[in-house]
């Protein structure tokens, strides 16, 4: 099965910026939505952010003004930019792309960010 490739994350105190990227393999022609997910210990994985092959974003009400997702389309490469980090973004990140023409959809293997209060 592939598996998008992710990196970044790690631990940062309150307030502070991190950042993510995640690449899909060499193969893979068109990814329509490239995302984050995310899950908290003990919760569901929720949607975080997603950006359309055109540029179109969308977020969780409680990253905007915080988060901002950007692309790479060439590279099939999507990047999230978390500023003023909160304990309740503390969660396993994954990536996310969907390809609408095959309805493929592919994730990463998950990466941790911690944010101390």
């Known amino acids: 099965q592939v598996q998008l490739v992710e990196s970044g994350g790690g631990l940062v105190q309150a307030g502070g910026s991190l950042g993510l990227s995640c690449a899909a393999p060499?193969?893979?022609?068109?990814?329509?939505?490239m995302g984050w997910y995310r899950q908290a210990q003990g919760k569901e994985r929720e949607f975080v952010a997603t950006m359309t092959i055109d540029g179109r974003a969308k977020y969780v009400a409680s990253v905007k003004g915080r988060f901002t997702i950007s692309r790479d389309n060439p590279r099939n490469t999507v990047y999230l930019q978390m500023n003023t980090l909160k304990p309740d973004d503390n969660a396993v990140y994954y990536c996310n792309a969907l390809s609408i023409w095959d309805g493929r959809e592919y994730w990463g293997q998950g990466t941790q960010v911690t944010v101390s209060s």
């Open positions: 060499g193969g893979i022609s068109r990814l329509d939505f």
